[in-house]
């Protein structure tokens, strides 16, 4: 499946065989770093991506790439990067449940759309489909988790039908009281593997933002059968990018 770059913990972590990438966060630990540095090393790769934003505009994550050294816009005006501007999603009138449900499938087709588009001919390369994030398409979505969930479940069965991934983030902490948990418990389930960036136990340090979990649930092929199923290292968030390291290893 696909590579997700070389040369540090998480990479080294996450392997090459997930399709299915959850990247749980807090306010104390955010995660989209995560999302930036993937979506980064997709389209390095010669790949594509279909990038699903409800929290920020274009022009955000075009301002933090691009200190990372990836020009989206460029990526934009190539087909290389197929972004979805969602913060209104779904259109006006779209409160009735029905109407909902048909949103979530005319996005669908549109991301099928391209990722057919994308998978056809010399431009048979990798292709990511990434939300950011999820809890905010539940409130698109008017408090829906089946809505949410049936159109999470068809971008599933799409990794496995053309051969591409998918990373979405949730924020867990939003998710804390044991009734409200049915959406990520779900994410839990259908991941290949799981991200999670936490605060430090020992509470705030200048040069370390916080720990960040990889759990290898074990679902791969029998070349990863004896690989390392948890890694835990420490990481510190920078303009150009992001450093990895594991407790007391940094002076």
Known sequence: MEEYGGGDLLSEAMGSAARVVVVEDCVEAPGAFVLHLLLKRALAGGGAAAFLALAQPFTHYDRILRKMGCNLSLHRRNERLHFFELQAFPAAGGARDGAIADCFVRLYSEIQRVVEATRTGENA?????????????????????????????????????????????????????????????????????????????????????????????????????????????????????????YPGSRH
Request: charged residues 20%.
């Open 125 to 245: 390369g990798q292709f990511t489909i990434t939300i950011d994030d999820v809890s905010l398409l539940e409130v698109a979505a008017h408090g829906s988790v089946d809505n949410v969930l049936d159109f999470l479940y068809y971008c599933v069965t799409l990794t496995s039908e053309m051969n591409c991934s998918l990373v979405i983030l949730i924020h867990e902490d939003i998710y804390a009281v044991e009734e409200n948990m049915g959406l990520l418990l779900h994410l839990r389930h259908i991941a290949d593997l799981v991200v999670k960036a936490a605060p430090l136990s020992t509470g705030l340090a200048a040069d370390v933002h916080g720990q960040l979990s990889v759990v290898n649930k074990g679902t791969f092929s029998e070349q990863r059968a004896k690989a390392q199923k948890v890694w835990s290292f420490h990481f510190k968030v920078k303009e150009n990018g992001t450093d990895f390291f």
